[in-house]
């Protein structure tokens, strides 16, 4: 017979085994990246989401640069790992990881009425997050380009926020000739033009601000136009030729880098997307209070146009805690917790009622301008094969930025390429 102190030490141990290791429940996996302070404020919203509904997350972050992002999604993916259940997606990723059959449909969340699509843009939702008529993302925040300006320097030098690139030109050397007296560091525009998808975006507006575009009626992707030529020259002239734009434009700079730039006092024009927005009036912040947003300018007969961009969530097909990644799923896309994500990070809301919500409409007083945004917005290519085309874009596109290659041959080349992998994949 056990002796009743004997007795209870196994209790205990049995007790602690069976009770005191065991999780509350299953432990969900959610990769982000981005800005810190976006990733110190998904810490927030993940705690609240454990107390109430006390499912534990783990935070898995991610760099900033979507390029990284991608590959460290893939790598778990493709190896069929459980390990991101739930993740946040780039727009031009949703279509290749979709047919890839890498992601949980969503169709049932909408079916039992936990997720009104109607509170989503449908034009988004249409074009990013459906595949062969099922549903498998749905958008965090919508993201399109940005002309972000110093309102006390155009004041100070009597000039106007610029409406066509050569305004922009004119009025970012005025203002730079005057400021390096004091600041030696000062650029006219700073914006992304490493070799990265940012590059792709920056090319983008240029060129569709331009009459050109990479997406021709048919859909086919056309990139080797007199449009698209002048495009990539005027970019390689803002560096070269004009010289309001740093050297390291093609080698270094990408979204923080530019946002830093401009922060720091050294620019008057700065290309970015939403997100800097709550960065640049932060405390501390040097320009804090200085900041305005206007829609990127336009060429001489061209359109406003801004890259449609963003990310939007979406659940591993092989996870494991299915249920609980769709309970976070609603929980993040919910009007409450979009509401705190335009409000802290400044984001531009996936959800398209929030462009009516009083406290949103006062904290972002840009937030027309980000709306008219898309009204410019210009989608890139959603074809399952876009990394392979990125890559090619982003490449020469960045020899004719540095002047390795002229615009001419760089573009020429580009399409070569793009047509060998159509090609190959029958597209
Ligand atoms: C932003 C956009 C994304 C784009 C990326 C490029 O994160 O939301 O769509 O691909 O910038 O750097």
């Given at each position: 017979m056990?002796?009743?102190?004997?007795?209870l030490?196994?209790?205990?141990?049995f007790?602690?085994?069976?009770?005191?290791?065991?999780?509350r429940?299953p432990?969900?996996?959610?990769?982000?990246?981005?800005?810190?302070?976006?990733?110190?404020?998904?810490?927030k919203?993940?705690?609240?989401?454990?107390?109430?509904t006390?499912?534990?997350?783990?935070?898995?972050r991610?760099p900033?640069?979507t390029?990284?992002?991608?590959?460290?999604?893939?790598?778990?993916?493709?190896?069929?790992?459980?390990?991101?259940?739930?993740?946040?997606?780039?727009?031009?990723?949703?279509?290749?990881?979709?047919?890839?059959?890498?992601?949980?449909?969503?169709?049932?969340?909408?079916?039992?009425g936990?997720?009104?699509?109607?509170?989503?843009?449908?034009?988004i939702?249409n074009?990013?997050?459906?595949?062969?008529?099922?549903?498998?993302?749905?958008?965090?925040?919508?993201?399109c380009?940005l002309?972000?300006?110093?309102?006390?320097?155009?004041?100070?030098?009597?000039?106007?926020?610029?409406v066509?690139?050569?305004?922009?030109?004119?009025?970012?050397d005025?203002?730079?000739?005057?400021?390096?007296?004091?600041?030696?560091?000062?650029?006219?525009?700073?914006?992304q033009?490493?070799?990265y998808e940012?590059?792709?975006?920056?090319?983008?507006?240029f060129?569709?601000?331009?009459?050109?575009?990479?997406?021709?009626?048919?859909?086919?992707?056309?990139?080797?136009t007199?449009?698209?030529?002048?495009?990539?020259?005027?970019?390689?002239?803002?560096?070269?030729?004009?010289?309001?734009?740093?050297?390291?434009?093609y080698?270094e700079?990408?979204?923080?880098?530019?946002?830093?730039?401009?922060?720091?006092?050294?620019?008057?024009?700065?290309?970015?997307?939403?997100?800097?927005?709550?960065?640049?009036?932060?405390?501390?912040?040097r320009?804090?209070g200085?900041?305005?947003?206007?829609?990127?300018?336009?060429?001489?007969?061209?359109?406003?146009?801004?890259?449609?961009?963003?990310?939007?969530?979406?659940?591993?097909?092989?996870?494991?805690?299915?249920?609980?990644?769709m309970?976070?799923?609603?929980?993040?896309?919910?009007?409450?917790?979009?509401?705190?994500?335009?409000?802290?990070?400044?984001?531009?809301?996936?959800?398209s009622?929030?462009?009516?919500?009083?406290d949103?409409?006062?904290?972002?007083?840009?937030?027309?301008?980000?709306?008219?945004?898309?009204d410019?917005?210009?989608?890139?290519?959603?074809?399952?094969?876009?990394?392979?085309?990125?890559?090619i874009?982003?490449?020469?596109?960045?020899?004719?930025?540095?002047g390795?290659?002229?615009?001419?041959?760089?573009?020429?080349?580009?399409?070569?390429?793009?047509?060998?992998i159509?090609?190959?994949?029958?597209?």
């Open positions: 056990l002796s009743s102190r004997r007795l030490i196994s209790i205990t141990i007790s602690f085994l069976f009770f005191g290791c065991k999780p429940t432990q969900l996996t959610f990769a982000v990246g981005g800005a810190s302070n976006e990733v110190e404020y998904w810490e919203i993940v705690s609240e989401f454990t107390d109430s006390r499912i534990d997350v783990v935070l898995l991610q900033t640069d390029d990284q992002r991608r590959q460290g999604l893939v790598i778990p993916l493709r190896s069929r790992q459980q390990d991101p259940d739930i993740f946040l997606m780039d727009v031009i990723w949703v279509g290749q990881f979709a047919a890839s059959d890498w992601l949980e449909p969503l169709d049932s969340v909408v079916a039992t936990d997720v009104n699509l109607a509170d989503f843009f449908e034009s939702v074009q990013v997050d459906t595949y062969h008529d099922s549903l498998y993302a749905l958008p965090v925040y919508n993201d380009g002309l972000y300006f110093r309102k006390d320097l155009l004041e100070k030098y009597g000039l106007k926020p610029p066509t690139w050569q305004q922009l030109i004119r009025s970012a005025i203002v730079q000739e005057n400021e390096r007296i004091t600041n030696p560091h000062f650029f006219g525009f700073v914006w033009g490493a070799q940012g590059l792709v975006c920056n090319f983008l507006e060129a569709a601000s331009n009459n050109g575009g990479i997406i021709d009626s048919a859909g086919g992707i056309i990139v080797y007199p449009e698209n030529i002048r495009a990539a020259d005027l970019m390689h002239d803002l560096i070269h030729k004009h010289k309001i734009s740093p050297p390291n434009t080698t700079m990408k979204e923080e880098e530019t946002r830093l730039a401009f922060e720091n006092g050294n620019a008057l024009y700065e290309r970015n997307w939403p997100y800097a927005w709550a960065l640049h009036n932060k405390e501390g912040s320009v804090k200085k900041v305005a947003a206007a829609l990127l300018p336009r060429g001489h007969n061209g359109q406003h146009a801004a890259a449609l961009g963003g990310w939007h969530i979406g659940i591993s097909k092989f996870s494991d805690n299915k249920t609980e990644a309970t976070f799923l609603k929980f993040v896309l919910s009007y409450a917790t979009q509401k705190k994500l335009a409000l802290n990070l400044g984001w531009n809301p996936g959800r009622d929030l462009y009516e919500d009083a949103v409409r006062r904290k972002m007083p840009h937030l027309d301008v980000l709306k008219n945004s898309f410019h917005a210009v989608a890139r290519p959603t074809s399952p094969y876009y990394t392979q085309i990125s890559e874009l982003q490449q020469n596109q960045n020899a004719a930025l540095s390795k290659s002229s615009s001419d041959e760089a573009l020429a080349r580009a399409q070569r390429e793009i047509n060998e159509l090609q190959r994949y029958n597209e």
